[in-house]
């Protein structure tokens, strides 16, 4: 049973900073971290940060600057660094992999139950 598993996030004050990991358990032989996503309630889940193909970190608008992303693939882990936080980072976030289960496999895209980060003026 492979499983993605967010930590760190509950309730801050505007203007704190936080850090989401993101840790991967189970059996495969290959893992790729792809990134951070978050839904606010009665919205539709949006990118936050995201590594590109070559490994580089794409970031949306709302948080450039402010957020950084970054992963350990052999340690399974994934980080967001979140500084000055804002009440519209209000939202669940989500981690997502692509990982190969079994050599000769094809690769899948695996998301994590998501962590609420709640930020209050």
């Known amino acids: 049973q492979l499983q993605l598993v967010e930590s760190g996030g509950v309730l801050f004050q505007s203007g704190s900073s936080l850090r989401l990991s993101c840790s991967a358990s189970?059996?495969?032989?290959?893992?790729?971290?792809m990134g951070w996503y978050r839904q606010a309630p009665w919205k539709d889940r949006e990118l936050v940060a995201t590594?590109?193909?070559?490994?580089?970190?794409n970031y949306a608008y709302s948080v450039l600057g402010r957020f950084a992303i970054s992963r350990d693939n052999t340690k399974k882990i994934m980080l967001l660094q979140m500084n000055n936080l804002k009440p519209e980072d209000t939202a669940a976030y989500y981690c997502?992999?692509?990982?190969?289960?079994?050599?000769?496999?094809?690769?899948?895209?695996?998301w994590g139950q998501g962590t609420q980060v709640t930020v209050v003026s």
């Open positions: 997502t992999a692509a990982v190969r289960r079994q050599w000769g496999r094809d690769w899948r895209d695996y």
């Open positions: 189970g059996s495969f032989v290959s893992l790729i971290f």
């Open positions: 590594f590109s193909s070559l490994g580089s970190p």
